[in-house]
């Protein structure tokens, strides 16, 4: 397994996860209108949505590989456009605008707060945009199985630890007030890093 594909996989792992979007949202809003702990449940949900579109993906791709190689290479480019074209959105991102939340003795089961977040990933065309986009980056006809597992893996974990770490930390005031007044900032670096990474895959060999 290359080291520099790895990196690469853990680099655009912590980009997708820690910018803004419907799992972050997500578990945002069931971490300040119900609890911590059902925060922490949704994002077990949306950790088993990652398992989910990694699969299917590795799958599909290698199924793409064995047949054509040209319409293999047609999806990687198309991927490495992807990855710059949300990269571009994210440096248009405006500043959050904070929306009123009425505090209520509301109370939510583990299980529906897993499946919110669940539904919530696997449900977004996004995902399955992204994963390919990335997988295509660093799979060929020579990767072995148990690398690819490791490079799924890798965004599995990343999304399983930032999201419970959101659910833990957001429920607190002080830190809700000050991720919300600079996420507009977050999420335009992580914009730039996104068309960067885009640009170096686009034209990058792939190797084991």
Known sequence: MSFANWLTVFSLGMVAVMSP???FALTLRNSLVYSRKTGIYT?????VGHIIHATYCLIGIGAIISRSIILFNIIKWVGAAYLIYIGIKSLKA???QEESITKQALKIGNWAAFRIGLLGDVLNPKATLFFLALFTQIIHPATRLNVQVVYGGTIVVQALAWYTLVA???SQNAVKKLFQSISHWIERITGAVLIGLGLRLA???AND
């Not at 994002?43 to 950790?47: D, E, F, Q």
């Open 43 to 47: 994002a077990l949900g949306i950790t």
């Open 21 to 23: 979007g419907p799992d």
């Open 94 to 96: 405006k500043k959050y």
């Open 203 to 205: 034209f990058a060999k």
């Open 168 to 170: 833990v930390l957001i």
